[in-house]
């Protein structure tokens, strides 16, 4: 892959930036620690039940992330609610997509109507669904001929995204919809990584070979245009990204100082976090990436910041739906950590030696 336009961490503290993201910068650059005590505690119960040590694997893993991030001895998964951020894209207007702009807004009707997939895992796992429509009749701004949005409106955005918090979750999964997202991801990743327009778009929606092409065209013209101001991970959110991208990556940001675990969910939720990476990479830390998508780019990005989905089903979907599961796995993890016997309980022997 070429590495060509990529943002260089470094070049953080140096670059300049609007004054309008003041705040924000402050709360990523001040991410909480998470609680290694409680961690502890997990491992000790753990080491008591009636298993061998490890042998559950991941799902060991998630009940200690949720207690490191929660900053609880006894983890909980009383109100896990996962987040569908919904924006429109000038973008489209290149051809980018499959589907025409109004289906985002038909889409958020069926979210709420409860006819998308999103909508029956939560309803048949019990977690909450909260829908944020993000001026769906004001599309950003088209990438390849101006910024997708101006820096106030940047920040403005995120700072609504932080509200995704205000129910009080224990455990939030963030996921989109909007038609032409996978376009703005895919330049937002060859900005902070390198690359050309090939390397970073996928199938979306479904296009077929000319749309691809036009999808790759469209990436490698946006940041062309926009290289000069590429100079902070937050400009290019503004400049390339979307309303979406932008809430989410303040709701990531608000979940990590109020001590709320994070399940990010396929490429364009991905997006959002790898933005935040970029500014720190220990803002992250708080977040396990629920799946790896199908979209080709999605591997890629993961892999540039040494991370890894939890699940691996050829999904492509976005709407939060591979991070909804990766929630169910984890409410399993914690089931089984809180109810199976010890040996004490079962008595059952423990490992001799």
């Known amino acids: 892959m ?71 001895a006894k983890p909980t998964l009383d109100n896990p609610m ?28 069926n979210f709420t109507n409860g006819g998308a997939a999103i909508s029956r895992i939560c309803a048949l796992h019990e ?41 009080r979750p224990d455990l939030i999964c963030l996921g989109e919809m909007g038609i032409g997202n996978t376009t703005v991801a895919a330049a937002v990743f060859a900005a902070l990584f390198g690359g050309s327009g090939a390397d970073w778009v996928g199938r979306g929606t479904g296009v077929d070979d000319a749309g691809l092409a036009r999808k790759a065209d469209a990436v490698d013209r946006a940041v062309a245009l926009h290289k000069q101001e590429l100079v902070h991970p937050l400009a290019i959110l503004a400049r390339l990204g979307g309303r979406e991208i932008a809430a989410m990556f303040g709701a990531l940001i608000a979940a990590r100082h109020q001590k709320i675990p994070v399940i990010v969910d396929g490429f364009v939720a991905t997006s ?48 939060g739906t591979g991070a909804a599961l990766a929630a169910v796995l984890a409410k399993t993890a914690l089931e089984l950590h809180n109810s199976m016997a010890t040996f004490a309980e079962a008595a059952v022997s423990g490992k001799s030696g």
């Open 2 to 72: 070429r590495q060509t336009n990529s943002y260089r961490p470094g070049a953080v503290m140096s670059a300049s930036l609007n004054p309008a993201y003041a705040d924000v910068l402050d709360l990523i650059l001040t991410a909480p620690e998470g609680d290694e005590t409680a961690v502890e505690a997990v491992r000790t119960r753990d080491a008591q039940l009636t298993k061998p040590p490890g042998s559950l694997g991941e799902l060991e893993r998630l009940v200690e992330h949720l207690a490191r991030w929660q900053g609880k």
């Open 127 to 167: 977690l909450n669904l909260r829908v944020f429509e993000l001026a769906l009749e004001l599309p950003t701004g088209d990438i390849t001929r101006e910024a997708a949005l101006d820096d106030r409106m940047c920040a403005a955005t995120i700072a609504y995204g932080m509200e995704a918090i205000a129910g």
């Open 272 to 319: 959002a976090a790898a933005i935040a990476h970029a500014v720190n990479p220990a803002a992250i830390d708080h977040c396990i990436f629920g799946h790896t998508s199908a979209e080709a780019g999605h591997a890629r990005a993961l892999a540039a910041m040494d991370g890894k989905g939890l699940l691996d089903l050829g999904m492509r979907l976005g709407e």
């Open 82 to 109: 996962v987040t569908i951020f919904a924006g429109n894209h000038g973008v489209t207007d290149q051809g980018v997509s499959a589907f025409p702009r109004e289906v985002t807004a038909q889409m958020v009707a």
